[in-house]
């Protein structure tokens, strides 16, 4: 698992996206370790007539907001997701000092209290300002981009797919970035069919693992959900079977019954593809180059192979590809 550790060179992490999402690069690598550097607008030419293309249509809706507790000391909070009116499950910075009970004052002028103390840095948060209202307060923080990300974004839409239509996410689906409508209809004339699902990002996606061995490390569980309509397109397919992004490949494999079938449902996913996973539904991925030592890049490596992902990202360092959330695009498929 050596290959988890490798050296990204800071200046390979993509700072902004590009005002193209589709001219991205686009690397595509097969279980033989073979590779084809791309254009992503070219993506088209390397799917084929009855293939399904299956992206998450989840949309960001955290928010970070900033604050102190009575006593002084900042807080930092990133809504996670809403557990009921008013009550948000939240990451929170720093998690040492926020005990039950530790009334919060946004620099909005809103109040806070903390409810329950949850796992891995995360609090039970309550809005206790019944002159607030939720909306107004989640409005006024920012939107919540990747920590090695330190410039601005001027519009945040860009930090949205073209297929957002859903609520609940703390991060973007990355790997749709990159999607335009004209590379859509393009995809459509070419005959690929399309599906959707949802998964709300969370933890599970974007923390990188702490545990010296991978087998170690704890999946908090994140929400996911199969439409009957989806359902239908997966066994109906007679192509491959393509997700978009980690997040699709998570929802499908977690949702699969058997080969090529998945049922209809909503679930709370703490799926963690690792090497000798055996993929039930999945035949494709459209993906990002991820971070080391994520349980993203050890899904891309159990669907392709530890040695041919080796040799793509050292070919992808080599060629000045863009890392990460702004960065550029992988097609990986079997051989």
């Known amino acids: 698992m050596s290959f988890l550790d490798y050296e990204l060179p800071e200046e390979l992490i993509a700072q902004t996206p590009l005002e193209d ?4 690069r686009l690397l595509v690598v097969d ?7 791309a254009v992503f607008r070219e993506l088209p030419q390397f799917l084929d007539p009855g293939d399904l293309l299956v992206w998450n249509d989840t949309r960001v809706t955290a928010r970070r907001l900033f604050g102190h507790k009575e006593s002084g000391g900042r807080v930092e909070l990133l809504v ?9 499950d939240c990451l929170v910075r720093p998690a040492r000092r926020l005990h039950p009970g530790t009334r919060i004052l946004l620099d909005s002028g809103a109040s806070l209290i903390v409810e329950r103390d949850l796992e891995a840095g995360r609090r039970l948060i309550r809005l206790d300002d019944a002159r607030a209202a939720e909306e107004a307060v989640l409005a006024a923080g920012e939107v919540p981009l ?10 945040p839409e860009r930090y949205q797919t073209v297929f957002a239509s859903r609520e609940g996410s703390a991060a973007a689906p990355t790997a749709g970035l990159h999607f335009t ?3 859509l209809g393009e995809l459509e004339r070419r005959g690929v069919r399309f599906a959707q699902v949802t998964l709300d990002v969370s933890l599970d996606t974007f923390r ?7 087998w170690d490390h704890p999946m908090h569980g994140e929400r996911c959900e199969v439409s009957e309509q989806t359902a239908d397109a997966v066994r109906r397919a007679t192509g491959r079977i393509v997700a ?3 997040t699709s490949v998570r929802t499908l494999e977690s949702m699969a019954v058997g080969p090529r079938e998945v049922r209809p449902g909503v679930s709370d996913t703490r799926l963690f593809i690792r090497p000798g996973y055996k993929f039930l539904v999945v035949d494709g991925i459209v993906t990002n180059f991820h971070m080391p030592r994520t349980t993203m890049l050890l899904m891309i490596s159990a669907f392709v192979g530890a040695d041919p992902l080796r ?3 050292e070919h992808a360092v080599a060629q000045r590809y863009r890392f990460l959330s702004f960065g550029d695009a992988m097609l990986a498929l079997r051989a």
């Open 21 to 24: 999402r589709a001219a991205s």
């Open 31 to 37: 279980s033989k370790g073979r590779v084809q550097d």
């Open 80 to 88: 996670l997701r809403r557990v009921e009116p008013s009550l948000w």
């Open 146 to 155: 990747p920590p090695y990300i330190r410039v601005d974004l001027q519009d």
């Open 181 to 183: 409508k004209e590379v």
């Open 208 to 214: 990188p693992m702490a545990a010296n061995d991978p």
């Open 244 to 246: 978009v992004g980690t």
């Open 311 to 313: 040799m793509a990202y």
